[in-house]
């Protein structure tokens, strides 16, 4: 069956320790994407991609890095430098905006925790 | 800025009531508008809407856009505690691949 798959889904890290979460799809999809989930401020976008060896900054892009070295693959790292990184992140992917309007389909989520 | 609003942020309601869920939006480029609802952790697609005026249905869930207005409401009839949920409403612009989301109406539905 074709999804998105976050791994690990609960993460616990020291203070100033680099972490990276796991995010595969098996869709073909074009774009992938990072969100964080903070209670009461819904979903806020930390990096996309639309195309493999390239992506942007969203709006809370500070602390976070990734990288896109495969179509299925976008992997977030979120370092020591982000200053509240205990929160649900989120990713998904989509078609290219190119290709048609189509929704995103989500991953199940990664609950990181600062310890 | 693009912006896109919900409310109410919370709303507790008995089985069997019919409840409305508001969502408006100011932004550039208006492409789509898309509900998903989220019970504990992915968010699960319900409605994509790009067109004034026509009512997008499935079973007890309804929405409808008003590209006028700049809003969109989502109606659940006869609810159930199945329905309680955050439920999303998200923009998508023209030629980006980009979602702006709200910060979501938290629906609980009690017995």
């Known amino acids: 069956d074709g999804g998105i798959t976050q791994s690990p889904k609960y993460l616990f890290r020291k203070e100033g320790q680099n972490v990276t979460l796991s995010c595969e799809q098996n869709?073909?999809?074009?774009?992938m994407y990072w969100y964080r989930q903070d209670p009461g401020q819904g979903l806020r976008l930390i990096y996309y991609s639309q195309i493999v060896n390239d992506f942007q900054k969203g709006d809370i892009a500070e602390g976070y890095s990734v990288s896109r070295e495969k179509k299925e693959s976008f992997p977030l790292t979120v370092t020591s430098a982000q200053k509240n990184p205990t929160a649900f992140y989120l990713c998904a992917s989509s078609f290219n905006y190119r290709v048609g309007n189509y929704g995103y389909t989500f991953g199940s989520g990664t609950r990181l925790t600062v310890v | 800025e693009d912006k896109v609003v919900q409310s109410p942020l919370s709303l507790v309601v008995h089985e069997g009531d019919t409840v409305t869920l508001n969502c408006s939006y100011e932004?550039?480029?208006?492409?789509?508008l898309l509900w998903y609802k989220q019970e504990k952790k992915a968010p699960t697609f319900l409605f994509m809407l790009?067109?004034?005026?026509i009512e997008k249905k499935s079973g007890r869930l309804s929405s409808i856009l008003d590209k006028k207005e700049l809003f969109s409401i989502l109606n659940i009839t006869a609810t159930q505690t199945g329905d309680s949920a955050v439920y999303l409403c998200a923009h998508r612009p023209y030629n980006t691949d980009k979602l702006i989301f709200g910060t979501g109406t938290r629906l609980q539905v009690f017995p």
């Open positions: 932004v550039t480029n208006f492409r789509s």
């Open positions: 790009t067109s004034s005026g």
């Open positions: 869709l073909n999809h074009d774009a």
